[in-house]
């Protein structure tokens, strides 16, 4: 076991961590990125080249575009009024 597969498994359970843990949603998903492609990484040094480009392109790629635009679509539809009104969101 070299000194990057160690470091890659810290960085797996980091970012996990991190994405469980974290109490702002933009920060969870950018987590949840990240860690997508730590686990790419790590099947690629499991020689499963195959698994990683599914990691990659479902895990990081669409599930973090899909979790980012959903984030996106709920701020602007629960934001506060700035000017003190009730708005769609204050029903």
């Not at 994405?19 to 020689?47: P, T």
Request: aromatic residues 8%; charged residues 20%; hydrophobic residues 55%.
């Amino acid at each position: 076991m070299s000194p990057f597969d160690l470091l890659l498994g810290f960085a797996v359970c980091a970012t996990a961590a991190l994405a469980l843990l974290s109490r702002e949603l933009f920060r969870a998903i950018v987590m949840f990125i990240v860690f997508g492609l730590c686990m790419a990484l790590v099947w690629v040094r499991l020689e499963a080249p195959d698994i990683a480009l599914a990691e990659a392109a479902i895990g990081a790629g669409i599930t973090g575009v899909l979790l980012l635009d959903t984030l996106g679509y709920l701020r602007r539809r629960y934001r506060k009024p700035a000017n003190g009104q009730g708005g769609e969101g204050a029903r």
